[in-house]
């Protein structure tokens, strides 16, 4: 038998909002004794079965509810411990009730995220693949349904647990060298380890490269609209909502707060904000609108840069989506300061699916994998691996063999806290408290 947590833990595991069936989920080492005491004979083995469910079914004392029963036995079960489930219907008093008898017989409710850690202290799955469960309940775009799905099932783990064997092949090798030194062991030895190791830390540089990209899934992006007064900037915002969010008005100057709505680019979850024209001004509370947008360009991921027929910026921001407004007023430049010009009119709405596209595309591009590998997506990874990039960086430049070992047993360390095999119990608290109750 592996890990049992010393009590018998439940939560409601459904959503909280009205629903017809509410899903009671209990997890522990007394699960079959309450069942027994609830709904009387166990049901089969992960067969549903339609049952009465009582205060106390040997005395057929207060009827809670009819529902569906799931007996669960471990370990295979998500928990890895005994455990069932029960289909209520939803009601409050009745969700109430079960949860009164269900701690009379000895359960307690679980705490955020009690069920998926007892899953990982019984080797149901790694670290990795737990919080790709807490981000999959979190998803709430494609792109976050599709790298938390991929991280639960264990691509990320494995890309991780494939560069520890690796690490555990070149400390092989490297043990020999410390074994034989006196023997003739040849020098391709020597500089197999060390092509090893730098072929390691340039898919780990690789890695750490799109860190950014896999956080920016996860949280989502923040697209920033800037330019002059009037050049159209609430208007697009507008237009990206689909509905009249900001104010647009004829007087320059009348966006002042940036404004945030939230919408999705390509799958991706994406923050636009509407900000304040830029431009010199005695206003304090227009030049305070001014220092904002300033900031929000400094946050974003991508600027979208605009301006209007006739007034083309001195220069552009790096890495900007420059934007023509007004196309159905005057011509606009091609380009500006080498930048393409996307051409529009948020008037006639020419030029605008053409420029979807662009945003699109560069949404695609801030989170799509350079080198084909998974998305690294928590600044704990981050960190994990740009730990192990250090000691293989240290133990590239270690001329004595011993210490380089010590270096590479370190590297598969980081590497191993990652997945949680080593040494991550003063971790576990802060990463499963994220969790929702009930997971
Ligand atoms: N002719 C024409 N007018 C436009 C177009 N887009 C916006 N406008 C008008 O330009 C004016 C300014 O538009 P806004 O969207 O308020 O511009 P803004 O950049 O948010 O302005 P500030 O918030 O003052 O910085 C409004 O009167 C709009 O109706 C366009 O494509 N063609
Ligand atoms: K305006
Ligand atoms: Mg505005």
């Not at 522990?28 to 339609?50: H, N, V």
């Not at 001014?290 to 991508?302: I, P, S, W």
Request: negative net charge; proline residues 5%.
């Amino acid at each position: 038998m592996g890990y049992q947590g010393e009590d018998t833990i439940f939560a409601l595991s459904s959503g909280v909002e009205r629903a017809a069936i509410a899903v009671m989920r209990v997890s522990g080492p007394d699960s079959a004794r309450i069942l027994g005491q609830m709904c009387g004979a166990l049901p089969k083995a992960r067969q549903a079965a339609l049952r009465k469910l009582w205060q106390n079914a040997s005395t057929q004392d207060s009827v809670l509810d009819e529902a569906l029963v799931l007996w669960f036995p471990g370990p295979r079960s998500y928990t890895g411990e005994d455990g069932f489930e029960l289909h209520l219907h939803a009601g409050p008093a009745i969700i109430r009730a079960v949860s009164a008898a269900l701690v009379a017989h000895g359960a307690r409710p679980a705490e955020a995220g009690e069920f998926t850690r007892r899953a990982f202290q019984n080797g149901r799955m790694d670290l990795i693949e737990a919080e790709g469960v807490a981000d999959l309940v979190a998803a709430e775009t494609e792109s976050q349904r599709r790298q938390a799905l991929a991280q639960a099932d264990g691509a990320l783990s494995r890309v991780y647990t494939g560069w520890a064997e690796r690490l555990k092949q070149v400390l092989a090798w490297q043990e020999a060298l410390i074994d034989f030194p006196d023997e003739d062991l040849p020098p391709e030895v020597e500089d197999g380890i060390r092509s090893d190791i730098a072929a390691l830390m340039d898919e780990m540089h690789h890695h750490m490269q799109d860190g950014q990209k896999g956080e920016r899934i996860r949280h989502g992006m923040v697209f920033a609209i800037i330019g002059p007064p009037n050049a159209g900037k609430s208007s697009l915002l507008n237009w990206l909502a689909q509905r009249d969010a900001a104010i647009v008005s004829p007087v320059a100057g009348t966006t002042r707060d940036a404004l945030e709505i939230v919408g999705t680019l390509a799958g991706v979850r994406v923050t636009f904000v509407d900000t304040a024209g830029l431009r010199d001004t005695d206003d304090a509370i227009e030049a305070e609108g001014v220092r904002r947008a300033l900031f929000h360009v400094k946050q974003a991921d991508c600027v979208i840069q605009m301006f209007p027929v006739g007034s083309p910026p001195d220069s552009v921001f790096d890495g900007a989506v420059l934007v023509g407004n007004k196309a159905d007023v005057g011509a606009l430049p091609a380009s500006v300061a080498g930048c393409d010009v996307v051409p529009v009119s948020l008037l006639t709405g020419q030029g605008l699916p053409a420029l979807h596209a662009v945003l699109e595309q560069r949404a695609l591009a801030l989170t799509a994998s350079s080198s084909g590998v998974p998305l690294l997506t928590r600044a704990r990874h981050g960190a994990g691996v740009r730990d192990a990039c250090a000691c293989l960086e240290r133990a590239m430049q270690q001329d004595w063999p011993e210490l380089r070992g010590e270096e590479l047993r370190l590297a598969m360390r980081a590497l191993g806290r990652l997945t949680g095999q080593v040494g991550v119990e003063e971790l576990l608290d802060a990463i499963f408290g994220q969790f929702c109750i009930g997971k």
